[in-house]
């Protein structure tokens, strides 16, 4: 089962997705609270929401202000699924509850006919509502489609009569003059009241009993309800970010063009854009190396996340988009919350491996692991994850790895490369930098290009440090003694 | 007098009754105001709770809450089986009380009713604007006691103050400190609020001569201003009278330096009520009691115990 730690939804801009839907009902907004991956075993129920997801998005535009009718009417609905548990415990409701009962009744009434023009548009598959109208007829017996709920007179004839007794002393007390015949007036009310008050109960009483068949379809509506709304978040989501309908695959990821909600609306803030990254992967390791800042973690994270968004029946952030139904997705990020839990930084890290590949191998999953032992010396560091990429190429599960150590790239079955700095000329940079500019991490930050491109064959790290040091004016000293360690080592 | 006043407690959108004390003879003035006017809709709630037929801090023998047919009233929903009117509810409103959420209820019979209110102003103002909506032709609110009535004017405009005999044994100290809290609730509405400013209240009062005061307005704040001579003729706004916290003494210091404290939120004080009889044991002599308190403040007095039953 896939679970997320919400420091991770956090992370990757999952919270951030989650954030920007406004679902409408208390049943819509507990689904976006309580969001649920479908399971690889529920693959035709994900397929059926993809396919209504991507319908309504695609109609969001024609249908808008069908949508926003919807949205309006949902907005009203009150969670009564615990006057509903009542119900069927066969506890009498009182006036209030029964008011919030006649109250959904009435709004799904109103959303029927809107749901159905919806349905023609947009085609909902595995989603319907019941008719209202028989439950109404209990709460509103004389069709009055007020918004209010009241026990009329003619509910049960001792009632009618009950009542007109309570109306006749109400105008004898309001016209008696002495303190004591308005004594006796009060006290004959009193009784007329309690009369009133075990009678009406008995109607509310008759009125829950009748209800009772209705109990099912009411929570099976509120659940419905829940979808619709989460269905239309979904869908106007979709619509915001350029989402499309992926195509389900057994193993093999392919993600093209995609992009990180959250980061992209950084971006645009800064005057800047999100560069879409496109990466391929199957069963096995691959492995991202690129410079640094260059964005390898950004690319894990956008991958994850727009596989998890898949396998909760949103669309997927992307041009085009072929993923596989995942058992679990475990994110290996370097955290400040591991590393505070006593153990080292190396150490935490290592044990929330293990961890991770023992659900990882309960069945297909999606591994990502970043910078893995990158605390340690670099040669042991090298050796681990070396070991690791071997035995990750054996595992039931697509993982990816960025990592900074040579001698790892070769041995996994896939192999990517931040393009980086590596198609700018660095006079260019230099000249920027002598002139107005002096900070150079937005020099460069605006330079960088954080696609990813496969490389083939063999190929070691990319050197870009050195020209980030060269762009970051280390001192010069030290800068010559670097370079021609470079220069001894090719020689 | 009675008729003019008459005709501006019909007038009034919105009236909130607010008592110095307990037994001060607010549920009276309430249960008047319900059922002199039958003819039209009235909306009815309270500040927190109120209704309950034996006082529950005091003890005493209390009058209950008689609403007329049509009426409606926003309380809490465990107070609802304590009413006996024929009730139909007509919305829910969201607003948590301890006594479960406000809802609002037409009372389809006339009948004894339970009040049991939000306690925050902005929720006073959603249910009285929820109440203009379901076609109240005025809103009223059963306020609170003693210094937190001063508040009320933020919520409706038009005040009635209840005081009486429970207040303090001492006559003149009950009409005393009523007519404090009745001078406050009537401070002048500041037409051009002097605009927020981060200096010294000194430095400002010699500027412009006139101030905003942010929070509350003390003594030991306005005290050596007076001395100083600062505050001669000079104008000082507070956010709503509740942010007064002059003692008599001082007001009545910067009325003779003609300075003119005013205030952003304003509402009118419609009359004042008087119970000689306190809960307590002790009466007030009637006429002498409705006479000082007349001397007292510029608004009709009316006696609870003569005029309204």
Known sequence: MISIRFEDRVSIGLQYVLDSLHACSPFGQERVRRLRFYAPEERAALLTELGNTARAAKEAQTQKSLYEKIMLVLCQLKDIRGSLSRLFEGVCLDHVELFELKGFLLRIEELLPLFDRMNEAVRIEGMAFSDPSEALKILDPEHTRSRGFYIPDGASEPLRAIRREKKQLEQRLYEAETVAEKDALKAERTRVCAEEESEERAIRKAMCLALLPYVSAMQADADAAGRLDFLIQKALFGVRYGGVLPELTDTALELTDMINPELCDLLKEKGRAFVPVSIAADRGATVITGANMGGKSVAMKTVALNALLMQAGFLVCAKRARLPMFHCVKLLFDDLQSMQSGLSGFGSEIVRFSEALDEAEQGYSLLLIDELARGTNPDEGARIVQAVTRYLNGANAISILATHYDGVAELARAHYQIIGLKDVDPDAIKAELSGAERDGVAVIARHMNYGLYRVEGRADCPKDALNILRMLSLKPEILERIERSYDTEKS | ?309
């Open chain 2, 1 to 309: 007098m009675r008729d003019d006043l008459d005709k501006r407690i019909a007038e009034a959108r919105t009236l909130s009754i607010v008592g110095m004390c307990k037994n001060a003879g607010k549920t009276t003035v309430l249960n008047w105001l319900l059922n002199r006017s039958r003819d039209r809709v009235l909306g009815l709630t309270s500040i927190g709770r109120d209704g309950e037929s034996v006082d529950v801090v005091t003890g005493t023998e209390k009058p209950g809450i008689f609403i007329p047919e049509g009426t409606l009233i926003a309380t809490a929903k465990d107070m609802l089986s304590l009413c006996d009117i024929t009730q139909e509810i007509v919305c829910t409103t969201g607003i948590p009380t301890p006594l479960g959420e406000v809802v609002l209820v037409r009372a389809k019979s006339a009948g004894n009713v339970q009040l049991a209110g939000p306690s925050i102003t902005s929720q006073l103002k959603t249910v009285s604007g929820l109440f203009f909506s379901l076609g109240a032709d005025q809103t009223i609110i059963d306020g609170a006691l003693g210094r937190k009535s001063l508040g009320a004017r933020t919520v409706a405009e038009n005040v009635i103050l209840c005081t009486g005999a429970s207040y303090d044994m001492r006559m003149e100290k009950v009409v005393q400190d009523t007519a404090n809290v009745f001078r406050l609730l009537n401070l002048k509405k500041a037409e051009t609020p002097p605009e927020e400013s981060e200096k010294p209240l000194k430095e400002l009062l010699r500027e412009s001569g006139e101030a905003l005061i942010p929070g509350a307005l003390t003594d030991t704040a306005i005290l050596p201003l007076l001395k100083s001579g600062a505050l001669r003729n000079a104008r000082l706004v507070v956010k709503d009278p509740s942010k007064v916290l002059l003692s008599p003494d001082t007001l009545e210091k910067l009325s003779v330096r003609g300075v003119s404290l005013e205030t952003v939120d304003a509402a009118k004080t419609l009359c004042v009520t008087v119970n000689p009889v306190s809960a307590y044991g002790w009466k007030f002599d009637p006429d002498a009691f409705l006479r000082a308190m007349e001397a007292a403040v510029t608004v009709p007095v009316i006696n609870v115990k003569e005029a309204l039953s």
